[in-house]
């Protein structure tokens, strides 16, 4: 494996329907519940709620990266994140992720979207799941 630039850790029990996860540098610590809609009380977070906020974060941090190389100003974009637990007809689950990103800086459409095709080339998160589960990418409002 490549050396790594930065390494996150956490320690799980309990798996997602009464666990609790923390990361070992304590920044974060939650409880994990299933979701009222799966059969469970909504009490504490799901692995789906912490997926859209990493998925969006990392997907954020690629905007304004792509956006300096282009000088685009892409540091204010708002992204709505949706991680959609589906049955994959087996028993087994798979994900499906939708992001509406919103860039008030840019209102080019054109711009825009090709701003966040290069950002989904480039993040991380898109990069892991690219072939494994849907994405679907809506900018300004316009479907890619």
């Known amino acids: 494996m490549t050396s790594a630039?930065?390494?996150a850790q956490a320690y799980v029990t309990g798996?997602?329907?009464d666990g609790h996860?923390?990361?070992?540098?304590g920044r974060l610590e939650v409880d994990l519940r299933q979701p009222k809609e799966l059969g469970g009380d909504g009490e504490g977070t799901n692995p789906e709620q912490l997926f859209a906020i990493g998925y969006a974060a990392c997907f954020a941090a690629?905007?304004?990266l792509v956006g300096r190389r282009k000088q685009l100003r892409a540091d204010d974009a708002a992204?709505?994140?949706?991680?959609?637990?589906?049955p994959a007809g087996n028993g087994g689950f798979k994900l499906g992720v939708e992001l509406e990103i919103g860039l008030p800086s840019i209102a080019d459409t054109t711009q825009a979207c090709d701003l966040v095709r290069v950002a989904?080339?480039?993040?991380?998160?898109s990069n892991a799941?690219?072939?494994n589960i849907d994405v679907a990418l809506v900018v300004n409002g316009t479907r890619l």
Do not use: E, F, N, W
């Not at 996860?21 to 540098?25: L, P």
């Not at 992204?79 to 589906?86: G, H, Q, R």
């Not at 989904?120 to 998160?125: F, M, N």
């Open 129 to 131: 799941t690219r072939g």
């Open 21 to 25: 996860g923390r990361t070992t540098d």
């Open 79 to 86: 992204i709505d994140a949706k991680v959609m637990l589906i």
């Open 120 to 125: 989904h080339q480039v993040c991380p998160y």
């Open 15 to 17: 798996g997602r329907a």
């Open 5 to 7: 630039l930065y390494t």
């Open 62 to 64: 690629s905007l304004a």
